[in-house]
């Protein structure tokens, strides 16, 4: 167990979620074992006396991500509410913790996946592996971020900002790293064999998490090979594909995709509406933040954008689709392959961007890095014509 | 009384030597106590729990869960509980079709059946209308029995009934339900032939009172959102499209599907065995428990049942078949005469290794028509190998046959295994669920490392599920978070995830305390030795190995000491207590 806290400790620090050396994770079998000394894990050790967990993951996230929870936490005392679809799917809501006790983070995790505590940090949990506790605590601050950005965006529209909101957003948008513009080199197209394919998508993985266009585990990726589409599969880190992806024929003629991503059923519609041969689907925060930003203020569907949006909408030219995860009959898998057979890109609304390439996923690498940029632009470009 | 949300409030006493029923309203802490389902049945088994499975006052329990007949989805499951005739210890199975919700919607929370008739009954229960009477069906098959009666019973109602393996004295005996649905492992079926009863029917016509529809529907509508997101449920190749079976690809790719009876974990046979060829071939469409949006169960173009993943996998590799139609047929037959289909395919098997003999169509068939004339191949796998001298053949734990996933390729699935209160049984921990199907992460399945308190969560949650009564299936997606808040909408007892687990915590080591007071201990929580000595079937880049023995009776020690036993295995004093269960 420790070398698996040692592990995801790591992980928050590669993935600038949390500074290093920062992150307390602990796991437990017969005994508790944490992946560093700390004195706060006497407090913390409490939540694994009052609750059945087998981990529990601490942190005060990195700049500028703590200033963002502890503003939200300010705005939202009890409980945040993004209305991303990590959100909605998985985590709800976000309570918010006043005191940094076992038993009152404890209480908290009662009753959600991670809570915040003002100050301190961020507490999540696994009752398997910490695994469970890095996703939540990651997708907790991608979700905050995406609200904290949309919130400000909202109101901007709406003439509501305060001054406060007005410094917190000014010195949180100083503190975002530059965007990365160049794209990496990619193995080249065209990919003939089962091997170069998925060596191709191991590399493109790594990729898509290193330049931050996706967090924890939430993104997917696939190659068509034949009549076969080999896709990553269900909660596999796009940075450790090596021996999680599945081949699933496109015949029907075996299930090898029971454990493929949610995704399986839009990637092979899409490939059967056109001659791409690779997908990459990324959560980069700004394309998601203009996925659900919407002037109609007015609109009837408003509160459902994500399953009853009728407008054809665009970030500059790339489709907006509304769509949940999956399957079901409001799932991306209805709305999505139509939009992106015509044009090789697609925006979910709340949920992310999915890209395609003809030969290689260099082509789908740019177009997702392009537009997460665009979006960027975009959005601060949109606030400042409304400020 | 202060009338309850959720539950009922009234659990049904039906006494088979006077004839006698009477209602009880249990005190609404034993509802926070056990919820109901499994949790209210163990409840009701514990004070009986040692009588000999043919002592009349051994009851058979039939309960239902505070969330039957709402729209928490999948929801429509009941228990089915008692002593198991097969294995000496507790016995529940999960049973679905119509069964909780007719219970509930009927006023009932559970059904507590004790006594012996006469003659060979049935029970009609109608609301709050109960009737005993004599049946001409014994010795008739399952299929008889719903023949005959389907058509005189009113609409909707459930329909339970044994088959003439029960009656001949199997303890490989199910229950069937509702036609396509059985309570099928550890011999429940014979138990109710112990009470000469051949079937129930249970129609109600009464609405549960909710609590709070808006939570519930709220509560409702993530789980729906959870499970429309999960590949194994809902997606391109999950259970939805293509029934359990579509695991068969995957146990095979993982080289898990145990082959031979155990002796091998790759069937070569297995990609024109799998789903997609029985799709191809039968036809088969949707169906599933009342309640159900997920609806595993299929049924093929000429109406036959289809088979579950496990009754595949057993009466293709584990007995040396490939003859795609020989397993509809040996499924229908099992069912027919009522008997478990997972232990029938593994006594077939040991049988087949003992002898060496192996099975034309006709003898196969044969074999299963002879387990429910209840000879020596009727008793099971253990007794088979025990009577043939070669007990070293018989691939059980705790004298129940192994389902179709091989522990040598999934660690946590054989910890799982040996220390189920049931026995040789994937429901109770299922670790598939991580170490297979990556749900809710994956975990390394060829190591211990935290798998003893995983399982133990596990098991404490598939409890609470048990007892709510929901579909284990849906917790590929969903999770105790989401149950909690439908069962306060509900009930409008405030609850969350984690005080259900608690529950399930109490539920389980119930279970423990009444299997310690049946003689079990740690010798009982153990594997056969063939995973500790052969390797399975290496191959495509895997390496199945022997387990380690050593390294397996620590994960057991760990279990031992996170679950609150003691070293032997055997509940404590103090964790009894703390449990509330003294």
């Known amino acids: 167990m420790k070398s698996l806290c040692e592990k995801y400790a790591a992980k928050l620090a590669a993935q600038r979620l949390a500074d290093p050396g920062e992150p307390l994770i602990g796991g437990l079998d017969a005994e508790l074992a944490w992946n560093r000394e700390d004195p706060r894990t006497a407090e913390l050790a409490k939540v694994f006396d009052l609750l059945s967990i087998n981990s529990l993951v601490f942190s005060r996230p990195a700049e500028p991500y703590a200033a963002i929870i502890d503003f939200l936490a300010s705005r939202h005392p009890e409980t945040i509410r993004p209305q991303d679809t990590e959100t909605r799917t998985f985590l709800h809501d976000i309570p918010v913790c006043r005191e940094f006790t076992g038993e009152a983070v404890a209480a908290h995790l009662k009753k959600r996946k991670s809570v915040i505590i003002p100050g301190q940090g961020i507490a999540s949990f696994g009752t398997v592996t910490p695994e469970q506790g890095f996703v939540f605590y990651s997708s907790t601050i991608f979700s905050c971020f995406v609200l904290f950005f949309s919130e400000y965006l909202a109101r901007a529209r709406a003439g509501t900002l305060d001054d406060e909101y007005r410094e917190v957003f000014a010195s949180v948008s100083a503190g975002l790293s530059d965007p990365c513009t160049e794209p990496p080199a990619l193995a080249a197209g065209p990919l003939e064999t089962e091997d170069q394919a998925l060596a191709a998508m191991a590399e493109a993985g790594r990729a898509v998490v290193g330049y931050g266009l996706v967090d924890s585990f939430f993104g997917n990726i696939s190659c068509r090979l034949n009549d076969v589409v080999h896709i990553s599969q269900t909660g596999s880190s796009l940075d450790e594909l090596e021996g999680c992806i599945d081949p699933c024929p496109m015949d029907g003629s075996a299930t090898t995709g029971l454990t493929a991503s949610s995704e399986l059923s839009a990637h092979e519609d899409v490939y059967r509406r056109s001659d791409y041969r690779c997908i990459l689907h990324g959560h980069p925060k700004f394309s998601v933040i203009m996925s659900m930003d919407c002037a109609r203020i007015d609109c009837p569907n408003r509160g459902q954008c994500h399953i009853k949006c009728t407008e054809c909408r665009t970030m500059d030219g790339v489709p907006i689709v509304p769509g949940e995860v999956g399957t079901g009959p409001t799932g991306l898998c209805n709305t999505l392959p139509p939009a992106m057979a015509r044009t090789g890109a697609a925006l979910v609304h709340g949920h992310g961007v999915f890209t395609a390439g003809a030969t290689d996923f260099n082509e789908a690498f740019i177009r997702l890095l392009d537009i997460e940029n665009r979006s960027r632009q975009r959005y601060f470009e949109t606030v400042k014509a409304h400020e | 009384m202060t009338k309850l949300f959720g539950w009922t409030g009234v659990v049904l006493h039906i006494d088979l030597t006077t004839g006698q029923a009477t209602r009880e309203h249990p005190d609404p802490s034993v509802y926070r106590a056990f919820l109901g389902g499994k949790g209210l049945a163990g409840h009701y088994l514990r004070p009986h729990a040692t009588r000999e499975t043919d002592d009349p006052a051994l009851p058979l329990l039939i309960f239902a869960g505070p969330l039957n007949a709402t729209i928490a989805p999948t929801s429509g499951r009941a228990t089915i509980m008692s002593r198991s005739p097969l294995t000496g210890g507790i016995c529940d199975d999960s049973v679905g079709g119509r069964l909780g919700t007719q219970l509930k919607r009927a006023g009932y929370d559970g059904l507590v059946i004790t006594g012996r008739s006469d003659v060979p009954c049935g029970i009609e229960i109608s609301d709050g209308d109960v009737r005993i009477s004599g049946t001409d069906l014994w010795g008739r098959t399952s299929d008889r029995v719903f023949d005959r009666l389907e058509s005189a019973i009113p609409k909707g109602a459930s329909l339970a009934c044994i088959g003439p393996a029960s009656e001949n004295g199997s303890p490989l005996g199910s229950i069937l339900v509702d036609r396509r649905h059985a309570a099928g492992r550890g011999g429940l079926g014979m138990v109710m032939a112990a009470k000469n009863l051949k079937h129930f029917t249970i129609k109600g016509t009464g609405k549960v009172r909710v609590h709070d529809k808006n939570g519930l529907k709220e509560a409702r509508e993530e789980i729906l959102r959870l499970t429309a997101a999960s590949p194994v449920l809902l997606g391109r190749h999950g259970f939805s499209c293509w029934g359990t079976g579509s695991i068969f690809d995957l146990m095979d790719s993982r080289r898990m599907m145990p082959t031979d009876n155990f002796r091998r974990t790759r069937f070569e046979n297995a990609a024109s065995l799998n789903a997609a060829a029985y799709k191809k071939r039968f036809s088969p469409r949707r169906h599933g428990c009342t309640g159900c949006h997920i609806m595993c169960k299929k049924i093929a173009d000429d109406g036959r049942t289809m088979p579950e993943f496990e009754t595949m996998s057993h009466f293709t590799a584990l007995v040396g078949n490939t003859d795609m139609e020989l397993v509809m047929e040996a499924n229908e037959l099992c069912n027919g005469l009522g008997l478990d289909t997972i232990s029938a395919g593994s006594t077939l098997a040991c049988l087949r290794e003992i002898t060496g003999r192996d099975f034309t169509p006709e003898t196969l068939l044969d074999g299963i028509r002879e387990m429910a004339r209840g000879g020596d191949l009727g008793q099971g796998a253990l007794h ?93 997606a969903a999770s105790l978070e989401e149950y909690a808040k439908a069962f306060t909408a509900v009930t409008g007892v405030d609850m969350t995830g984690f005080e259900l687990l608690e529950i399930g915590e109490r539920i389980y080591y119930n279970e423990r305390i009444m299997n310690a007071a049946n003689g079990f201990d740690a010798a009982d929580d153990d594997l056969p030795q063939r995973f500790f000595t052969e390797p399975g079937t290496s191959g495509g880049g895997v390496d199945i190995r022997p387990l380690d023995r050593e390294t397996f009776l620590e994960a057991r020690r760990s279990y031992y000491f996170i679950r609150g036993l003691d070293e032997d295995g055997l509940p404590t004093e103090a964790k009894t207590r703390e449990l509330e269960l003294d």
């Open chain 2, 384 to 476: 088979l190998a025990e009577t043939m001298g070669r007990p070293d053949a018989a691939m059980t734990v705790k004298g129940m046959e192994l389902p179709a996933y091989d522990p040598r390729g999934a660690y946590g699935m054989s910890l799982a295994y040996a220390v189920s209160t049931r026995g040789g049984c994937h429901l109770r921990a299922y670790p598939i669920s991580h170490e297979i199907l990556r749900k809710p992460v994956a975990t390394d399945r060829f190591s211990f490392s935290g798998k003893a308190r995983i399982i133990k969560i596990s098991e404490d949650m598939n409890a609470a599920v048990d007892s709510l009564t929901a579909c284990k299936f849906t917790f590929f």
